[in-house]
């Protein structure tokens, strides 16, 4: 005969809700690390401009780009961490976050591939943090884990849902 089935308890998930919750939980963490480390980058150019400037004339970028490119840099730095953190537009966040994290990559490759040593200047002052296989790891890991947080649908502990949640009444 067969045995009668054991009834699960209200009171423990099952292990698909915790694999569920775990995911959710994994995604909002890397949201507010991704958020601090723009939030920081950004900070961290305002506060010590000659870094990244000297940083981009390393680089070789056309003389046409140097000033544009990081204001426009340090603003979108902050935009994106600023509306990650707050959770707006989350999924088109995460991945313009993740582009842009690939995109520096690609600049620390040229870098490594023409020797160059100097550091970096993503964070002023803050840290220091020297052109090499370890920083272009690092931005490698972010773009990735930006690209993960994208694909999870968390809703919870966004603007969005708080929006929604105190003033849209079904």
């Given at each position: 005969g067969s045995f009668p089935r054991r009834r699960r308890s209200h009171i423990s998930p099952s292990r698909s809700e915790?694999?569920?919750h775990t995911k959710q939980i994994t995604a909002r963490l890397l949201r507010l690390v991704l958020s601090a480390v723009?939030?920081?980058a950004a900070i961290g150019k305002v506060l010590a401009p000659d870094k990244f400037y000297i940083f981009l004339l390393t680089v070789h970028l056309p003389a046409a780009l140097y000033d544009p490119s990081f204001f426009l840099l340090v603003y979108f730095e902050?935009?994106?961490g600023i509306l990650c953190f707050l959770g707006v537009g989350l999924r088109t966040t995460l991945r313009a976050?993740?582009?842009m994290f690939l995109l520096f990559s690609i600049v620390l490759a040229i870098a490594l591939i023409h020797n160059l040593s100097a550091s970096c200047g993503c964070f002023g002052n803050l840290f220091l943090d020297e052109i090499g296989v370890l920083s272009l790891l690092r931005n490698l890991a972010l773009a990735g884990a930006a690209f993960y947080a994208s694909t999870q649908k968390v809703q919870v502990f966004t603007l969005s849902s708080l929006i929604d949640n105190c003033f849209v009444k079904s």
């Amino acid at each position: 005969g067969s045995f009668p089935r054991r009834r699960r308890s209200h009171i423990s998930p099952s292990r698909s809700e915790y694999h569920v919750h775990t995911k959710q939980i994994t995604a909002r963490l890397l949201r507010l690390v991704l958020s601090a480390v723009l939030l920081a980058a950004a900070i961290g150019k305002v506060l010590a401009p000659d870094k990244f400037y000297i940083f981009l004339l390393t680089v070789h970028l056309p003389a046409a780009l140097y000033d544009p490119s990081f204001f426009l840099l340090v603003y979108f730095e902050f935009f994106l961490g600023i509306l990650c953190f707050l959770g707006v537009g989350l999924r088109t966040t995460l991945r313009a976050i993740s582009v842009m994290f690939l995109l520096f990559s690609i600049v620390l490759a040229i870098a490594l591939i023409h020797n160059l040593s100097a550091s970096c200047g993503c964070f002023g002052n803050l840290f220091l943090d020297e052109i090499g296989v370890l920083s272009l790891l690092r931005n490698l890991a972010l773009a990735g884990a930006a690209f993960y947080a994208s694909t999870q649908k968390v809703q919870v502990f966004t603007l969005s849902s708080l929006i929604d949640n105190c003033f849209v009444k079904s």
